[in-house]
């Protein structure tokens, strides 16, 4: 069985996502972080940096095994279930170069932006404004040559950079305004937004 020690966050609702587009059976260890339950020793022995998500697989190749990093979790269960990453060849290499692109650059950025859209410092929150628009100016500018992230596939990368985005406009409208209107950026949300999988990874709450 695999389960996932996550939480409702772009990150945490990554491999929620993958899991449902697989249809693998999984089952959810909520770890709040608002409570600081991300520095508990249990869980720091699965995720030692602290954040999440992380999976355990009881079934892996050799035994259980535990991985941590949500790019890495993505690229593993591509790999385990052979979906959404292509097996070799310049398919592979464009997926797993925007996968780290996002997990390097958009996620980071975006998130420093939303620390920093709540602190009363002018000079840190343009800086984020401006890198957070440059990215997403990448992305849309990817999007104008291909219908994913990665090609004409649906990948892994789309379903990174789908979360961080859909978080940036749902909670940072505010300092990211009309930069947020990018014409291939809101048709690839549009398109990703329409899968059955997606809509339920993103709806996705932790029950009590
Ligand atoms: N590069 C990591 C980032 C994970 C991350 O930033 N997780 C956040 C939630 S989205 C977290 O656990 N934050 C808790 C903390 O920083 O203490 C990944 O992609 O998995």
Not at 55 to 78: C, H, K, N, P, R
Not at 139 to 168: H, N, P
Request: net charge neutral.
């Amino acid at each position: 069985m695999i389960t996932l020690h996550t939480w409702t966050t772009p990150n945490g609702r990554k491999p929620v996502i993958m899991l449902e587009e697989l249809g693998e059976p999984y089952r959810v260890v909520p770890v709040d972080i608002g409570k600081g339950e991300q520095f508990a020793p249990a869980f720091l022995k699965l995720s030692p940096n602290n954040k999440i998500p992380a999976l355990v697989d009881d079934d892996a190749d050799g035994g259980s095994i535990t991985i941590f990093e949500s790019g890495a979790i993505l690229t593993y269960l591509a790999e385990k279930y052979g979906r959404l990453l292509a097996p070799a060849g310049a398919a592979r290499w464009q997926t797993l170069q925007w996968l780290h692109w996002q997990i390097g650059g958009l996620g980071p950025m975006l998130g420093q932006l939303g620390f920093f859209a709540q602190q009363d410092d002018a000079f840190a929150l343009d800086r984020f404004v401006k890198e957070g628009d440059r990215l997403l100016t990448v992305l849309d500018r990817q999007l104008a040559g291909s219908r994913y992230v990665a090609g004409e596939e649906f990948t892994i990368a789309d379903i990174a950079c789908y979360t961080w985005v859909a978080g940036a406009m749902d909670k940072l409208k505010g300092p990211l305004g009309d930069r947020l209107d990018k014409p291939d950026l809101q048709r690839w949300m549009a398109l990703v937004g329409e899968r059955p999988a997606v809509q339920k990874g993103m709806a996705w709450k932790i029950r009590n």
